[in-house]
């Protein structure tokens, strides 16, 4: 059973930085055969689209409202991606979620790990 696990939330000042990662467990496929993405929801919102990286991890793709804040990389080897947040902002304030996805077959989610930004 693919597992996700995110951990590298908490709680940062307005204009600080956080890294979340996510790693993935119990594959039948290599990670590398695994697009990754990085979701975020905030109470009564639907999830968002935050960022996507490709297998090879030379395509990445960020929403607008993260672009140029945010990067997201992986670790094939550690089967891992990531999300380098830098110039939090309050409206960041969200759960975030990573998922996997193995060409068209539907994304496996993590649990989640909460992101808040506040003074």
């Known amino acids: 059973q693919v597992q996700l696990a995110e951990s590298g939330g908490g709680l940062v000042q307005p204009g600080g930085s956080l890294k979340l990662s996510c790693v993935v467990s119990g594959l039948t496929r290599p990670f590398s055969a695994f697009s990754m993405r990085w979701y975020r929801q905030t109470p009564g919102n639907e999830r968002e689209w935050v960022a996507r990286?490709?297998?090879?991890?030379?395509?990445?793709n960020y929403a607008d409202s993260v672009k140029g804040r945010f990067t997201i990389s992986r670790d094939n080897v550690k089967k891992a991606v990531y999300l380098q947040m830098d110039n939090l902002k309050p409206e960041d304030t969200a759960v975030y979620y990573c998922?996997?996805?193995?060409?068209?077959?539907?994304?496996?989610w993590g649990q989640g790990t909460q992101v808040t930004v506040s003074s």
């Open positions: 998922t996997a996805q193995y060409g068209g077959a539907h994304e496996v």
């Open positions: 990286i490709d297998t090879t991890g030379v395509r990445r």
